[in-house]
């Protein structure tokens, strides 16, 4: 249906949401940004983003279905397409179209993987000829976890953000993933952090990073014994019900569970998609929450032109 409403030229593209399988937080930089050192995962519960050209007087329109987001500005898709276009050098118009199914403020990456989708979208439709790190170099100046979703599903990010490298994964897991409505300002989390550093001991800044074999392929039993999250004990002790989510989700036959991103969404991992299922049906939902059912994404999907 919504195809039929767009004109006769198009792109469509698909915004993964993604899991922090490990995130460390390191040194703050002269930027006042901190360096990360993170492996993100894609899933595949996704926004979905579809543009087409518009006279040029008409600028850029958006429209956000499934949330109330803005629509200018302050929307991580025009800001993309204004980026895009900044670029170009162009004045196209626009109209873009938003699907929302990923929560936001949520530690999945749902502004981000939108903003990078709308990248890709455009690259494709304007015909730019544009290589991946030239579409993340436009990424990178709207968010730190942009670039990952332009390299995707797998990678090891470092700096804020900007340097990715992809890892390959040779199997795939399903995830519960379950958001229990509570909106976790990345600022805030990242400043409950910093407090938590001055206070205790300062052992973790010397903590390396994990060394991952260049050539060879990943299981994700190996990514299982590594998961880890900086941000996990000050965000549970904040909100203790991300504690008690994550207690379920082991409870209920998860590998392993833990907060993504800053939060709020917590997510275990099962084996396959019948016992992730079973778990999820055996979950007492609580006034707010939204849980998926999903798996990691193995491949990067690709936006699509339609007629």
């Known amino acids: 249906m919504m195809r039929r409403e767009m004109s006769s ?12 399988v490990i995130l460390r937080v390191l040194e703050r930089r002269p930027d006042q940004y901190h360096n990360l050192w993170s492996v993100m995962q894609a899933v595949e519960l996704a926004d979905t983003v579809w543009v087409e050209e518009a006279p040029a007087s008409s600028g850029i329109s958006l429209s956000c279905e499934g949330s109330e987001l803005p629509a200018g500005p302050e929307n991580l898709v025009y800001r993309a397409a204004q980026a895009v276009l900044h670029r170009l050098k162009c ?32 690259a494709l439709l304007l015909q730019t000829g544009w290589s991946r790190v030239q579409m993340a170099e436009i990424g990178e100046e709207l968010g730190s976890d942009v670039p990952f979703f332009l390299y995707g599903p797998t990678a090891l990010i470092q700096g804020r953000g900007e340097r990715v490298t992809p890892i390959r994964v040779e199997d795939e897991r399903w995830l519960v993933l379950v ?36 050539d060879s392929p990943l299981h994700w039993n190996q990514l299982l014994s590594l998961m880890e999250n900086d941000f996990q004990s000050v965000m549970e ?17 998860a590998q392993a569970a833990m907060l993504s991103g800053s939060g709020s969404t917590v997510f275990g991992v099962f084996q396959s998609e019948k016992p992730a299922r079973q778990a999820a049906d055996r979950l007492v939902r609580q006034p707010g929450w939204r849980l998926w059912v999903t798996r990691t994404l193995v491949e990067q999907e690709l936006p699509r032109a339609f007629n």
């Open 237 to 253: 002790d904040a909100y203790p019900s991300l504690r008690d989510l994550r207690l379920l989700l082991l409870a209920h036959g």
């Open 179 to 214: 958001n229990p409505g509570i909106a976790i300002p990345t600022v805030w989390a990242y400043g409950k952090l910093a407090e938590s550093r001055t206070r205790a001991d300062s052992a973790w800044r010397s903590a390396l990073p994990i060394a991952f074999p260049a």
């Open 9 to 20: 030229r198009g792109v469509e593209a698909s915004a993964p949401g993604k899991i922090n």
């Open 91 to 122: 004045s196209q118009g626009l109209r873009i179209r938003l699907r929302k199914r990923l929560p936001i403020a949520a530690g999945i990456g749902g502004g981000s993987s939108d903003a990078a989708a709308t990248i890709q979208a455009l």
